[in-house]
């Protein structure tokens, strides 16, 4: 559920400080006002609110970090890993995982067993069957220089008499990735796809596939394919009829942009650009067509496959954002949300629910100086009477986010509804 109620950073040092924007505007005579294209776009405008900071109750609080991984579940937001010399020692990562719970707005540092990975700056994590978070890659303190090539899995539900989660490092075979940081992963089917990255010098645009039954690597990309597509770091992906489309990104000379989205077809193994559709401003808003070229943002798919949203980031000039964008996969067209961020933020990340509500965590604020810990949250979908029910008992009832068992029985909230209460 989404709750809006009313309502410090250093830079990476890893970035590199100079750096030129590349970005292929395109032929824009494609925005047409045929009746097609005009539908398409209103489509895209469906209710939303705008992201909100959440108020949360409780004594306990992440770091404030940059270069972490939130997933959510049904009742929770988890965030793990990330780089915070304000708040953490001289190791300065995150080896933590944190909890977030939906209806108690409380955040609850979760103790961790097994074997907890340590390369936690620009891992790339990813939620299977909505309750194993997996982990790739990383990097550690000096960033580059110790880099993780494992893939980590923990199940978020298996919760021991102490109150843990245990950490399992998955044995993996085949044409197993280097060791990278700032990739991109999803799970498509039974596979996670991996795709791009850096070592801190050398930077990638190779596709790799993990059978997840079988725990076997594939590289899919061909080198020679590959000249025509930049590599990059701390770009994003989503997967849409059997494509992956990448979102921006850059390296130490570029920052890459969305006119042209670099797209890897999983039936052929072969990259080509496919040219995006400019936001026509139907709500008379004014500004551009497209996102500029970032990278370092946050770009999340809906759970029905045809939309992504595109929020927050930094260009080639340290100007970072704040702006809300949504694409609609089947059409390519670009829809602007008159709406930001309560702040500017890049190195954070964001996560959203299967019934629509994404939630921002983290990141660096504008100056570059600080990071945040604060979590916002913004409905990019109708929600569901189900969700607008609890929302409407959690507000009218304070106590209910305190109350057990017994008590929800007493207040008739059905069975269903009670296990997100007491999820963990």
């Known amino acids: 559920m989404c709750a809006l109620p009313n309502s410090n950073n250093q830079q990476d040092p890893s970035l590199p400080a100079d750096r030129l924007q590349r970005d292929n505007p ?10 097609g294209t005009r539908a398409s776009n209103q489509m895209m405008s469906a209710p939303y609110s705008s992201p909100t900071i959440i108020q949360c109750t409780g004594k306990a609080f992440p770091p404030r970090l940059s270069g972490h ?31 977030f719970h939906f209806f108690r707005k409380a955040w609850t540092k979760v ?71 700032g990739q991109a992963i999803t799970v498509h089917g039974d596979y996670l796809y991996a795709v791009g990255g850096t070592d801190g010098q050398v930077y990638s645009i190779d596709v790799h ?12 990309s061909d080198d020679l394919n590959e000249d025509s597509i930049p590599a990059r770091y701390r770009h994003e992906i989503a997967i849409y009829d059997d494509k992956i489309y990448v979102f921006g990104g850059g390296t130490p000379s570029f920052v890459y942009g969305f006119s042209e989205m670099p797209t ?8 080509s650009y496919q040219q995006t559709e400019p936001y026509l401003g139907f709500d008379n808003t004014e500004g551009p ?10 770009a999340v798919q809906q759970a029905c496959g045809e939309w992504v949203v595109v929020t927050g980031g930094v260009d080639e ?31 954070h990340s964001a ?39 609890i929302e409407t008992a959690v507000r009218t009832l304070p106590g209910l986010k305190l109350s057990y068992g017994k008590q929800l029985n007493e207040l008739h909230i059905p069975p269903l509804l009670q296990k997100k209460f007491l999820a963990h």
């Open 26 to 35: 395109g032929d824009r005579s494609a925005a047409s006002s045929n009746t």
């Open 111 to 181: 103790p961790l067993k097994g074997d907890v990975p340590k390369e936690v700056a620009s891992s790339a994590a990813t939620l299977l069957n909505n309750k194993i978070l997996l982990l790739v890659g990383g990097t550690g303190i000096p960033f580059g220089q110790i880099r993780s090539r494992d893939v980590y899995a923990c199940c978020l539900d298996d919760i021991d008499k102490d109150g843990a989660v245990t950490w399992v490092r998955w044995k993996t075979y085949g044409e197993i990735p280097e060791g990278l940081y």
């Open 317 to 347: 000039r340290n100007q970072t954002f704040d702006d809300v964008w949504k694409l609609h996969l089947p059409t390519l067209r670009w829809h602007r949300l008159n709406c930001t961020l309560p702040k500017r933020v890049y190195f």
């Open 264 to 271: 890897f077809d999983l039936k052929t193994l072969k990259w």
């Open 69 to 99: 991984r939130v997933v959510c579940t049904d009742q929770c937001l988890y965030s793990f890993g990330g780089y915070a010399p304000q708040d953490i020692g001289e190791t300065r990562l995150v080896t933590e995982l944190w909890r």
């Open 289 to 298: 067509e497209r996102p500029l070229p970032r990278r370092c943002h946050s």
């Open 351 to 389: 996560a959203i629910t299967a019934t629509g509500c994404m939630y921002v965590f983290g990141g660096v604020v504008e100056n570059g100086e600080f990071r945040t810990n604060d979590l916002c949250a913004m409905n990019v979908d109708v929600p569901t009477l189900q969700e607008l029910a």
């Open 209 to 220: 596939r993990l059978d997840l039954r079988t725990r076997q690597w594939q590289r899919l």
